[in-house]
């Protein structure tokens, strides 16, 4: 079993920034940790991962170059640095752990957090 809890949420104007926290416990074993995000009448959907194997990471095309994420799997943390924030990043954002694939299907992870909720608006 794992347990993940994100932190760091909150509400922001356009163009500023804010920084997600995920802290797990349990063994996280082979497992990854992976943010995906669920925008009000949308579909969850996959942001960024850092594999746990070599440290890699993967991000949707919609936020490259924007956001940042990294991980200590020593201490079984990671975190995502959000810089230019945009309406349309507006949603419920959860860590999850699974695999980090160039795919990140919500299917292929198993442990989900609660969700911390980022708004951004003027």
């Known amino acids: 079993q794992v347990q993940l809890v994100e932190s760091g949420g909150g509400s922001v104007q356009p163009g500023g920034s804010l920084r997600l926290s995920c802290a797990t416990s349990?063994?996280?074993?082979?497992?990854?940790i992976g943010w995906f995000r669920q925008a009000p009448g949308k579909e969850r959907e996959a942001v960024s991962c850092i594999s746990s194997t070599d440290g890699q990471t993967w991000y949707a095309d919609s936020v490259k170059g924007r956001f940042t994420m990294s991980g200590d799997y020593g201490k079984g943390t990671a975190s995502l640095q959000m810089n230019s924030l945009r309406s349309d990043d507006t949603a419920i954002y959860y860590c999850?752990?699974?695999?980090?694939?160039?795919?990140?299907?919500?299917?292929?992870?198993?442990?989900w957090g609660q969700g911390t909720q980022v708004t951004v608006s003027s």
């Open positions: 999850a752990a699974g695999l980090c694939s160039g795919y990140m299907r919500t299917y292929e992870y198993d442990y």
């Open positions: 349990g063994r996280l074993h082979v497992y990854s």
